[in-house]
Every structure is written in C-alpha cells, then in structure tokens.
C-alpha cells in the first residue's frame, strides 16, 4: 500500500501534463484559425479596396462625361471658366470620396493582417506555455513520487 501512493502521485503528475499539453494544443488551433479567418478578411478587404477604386474611377469618368455632353449640348464652350470650374469641383469630390472609401478598405485589411500575426505568435505562445505547464507537471509528480519512496 505504501507504494501505491507514489505511483497514483506519478500517473496524476502524467494526466495533468497530458491535459496542459492538450488545452495549449486546443487554444494554439483556435487562434491559428482565427488568424486565417482574420487573413482571408484581409485578402478580401484588399479586394473590396481595387475594385471600389476601379469602380469610383469609372463613375467619375462618366460624371465628368456627362457633364461635357450637357455642356456641349447647351452650346457652351468646353473652355470656359464655368465648364473648367464644374469639372474641377466634380473631379476633387469624386477623388475625394474614392480616397476615403479606398482608404478604409485598405486600413481595415491591415488591421486584419495585424490581428492574424499577433494570433499566430499567441498559438505559439499558447504551445510554449502548455509545454511549460506540463514539464512543471511531470516535476511535481516526480517530487511526490520521490517523496513518497521510503528509501531509508
């Protein structure tokens, strides 16, 4: 019976460096998921930036088309101060609002590679740690197991 007691200690101190091992090894896969899911968003939002500045450019063209056609159909000249300042003032708020629009994809797809790098370091955080916790694990039971040894 004497011996029982270190041995139970021992098998303690191996499930409980087993279970360490196993949460790190679960929260390491949660966050390397969540860091792809965070990359794929930003692949994404890099997407939505191009194509809302393709589409914004072409807006603007056909804007500023329309506006030739309307002037030229109203017979006034394509050089004049007034044509010049409507097409000035078009173009600034077109460029305008496909800068800020563009912006903020592209701000937001960097966000999200940011969170991703910083969700791979903890996964591997997470395994550093589990792996520590289970060494102090084994230790322990190693303690116990030594303790409980009478070797006098």
Partial sequence: MGFAAPILGLA????????????????????KYQAE??????QYGALKATQTNA??????SDSLARIDAVRSASHASAASPMT?????????LGSEQKEIRTTNF?????????QAAYLRQAASTAMMSGM???GGDIFGGLMKFAGGLNLG
């Fill in 132 to 134: 520590i916790g289970a």
């Fill in 84 to 92: 010049a300042e409507v097409r000035n003032q078009m173009d600034y």
């Fill in 106 to 114: 592209l701000e937001q797809s960097q966000l999200d590679e940011s």
């Fill in 55 to 60: 589409m914004l450019s072409r807006n603007l």
């Fill in 12 to 31: 303690s101190a191996g499930f409980g460096a087993e279970g360490s091992i196993m949460g790190a090894e679960g929260q390491s896969a949660a966050d």
């Fill in 37 to 42: 899911v965070l990359d794929r968003e930003a």
